[in-house]
């Protein structure tokens, strides 16, 4: 079978993004300059010969992912409810500063990396990040699988790129993150018989200023 090519990407930047609120499984739309990272992924991913364009199905993703799929004709979007970000429980919709201040000891096993711990319920069940990144991977395998040999350009959120990234390095899951998980960046995997390689990781070379300026 030949490996098919995904390009994952993170969506644009959101208001609660600028200000460190924790989104999860909020739908929060893009902001204005989000936006225009949007416009310029889109534009950077114009001459690559994509088979599929395939999202998380919360409208950050969402938008992004329509700014790529507008440059290829014939190209639906389709969404994966299983590449949406983790969900945090009562922790969504808050400023990581308050999470601290009223969830201290929750706040300490998330920050310690703790993969079995699952935060507080909210309006929404929460999901320890072993049951997210089995999640996550098991999304991404489906992808490959149904695009052997294809170029796929997949949009999600970045603790799913994180959870690609630590599944190609064979990075543990309770190790520090070491790594930049940037807003609109393009990061290349490559997936044969269910397992993830790294090609390319934090592509934002669209996203420098003059890039920036033309899609505004």
Known sequence: ???????????????WNAVRRLQGHIDIPLNAQGERQAMALGRALAAEALDAVVSSDLQRAM?????????????SLQTDAQLRERAYGVFEGMLYQDIQDEYPADFQLWQARDIDAVMPHGERLAESFRHFY???????QGVAARHPGQTVAVVAHGGVLECAYRAARGMQLDSPRDFQVKNASINRFTVDHGKLALTSWGEVDHLVLSAMDDVI
């Not at 089995?134 to 991404?140: E, K, N, T």
């Open 63 to 75: 938008q992004t992912a329509q700014a790529v799929a507008a440059h290829h004709a014939g190209l």
């Open 134 to 140: 089995q999640r996550v991977i098991g999304a991404l």
């Open 1 to 15: 079978m030949t490996d098919t090519t995904i390009l994952l990407i993170r969506h644009g930047e959101t208001a």
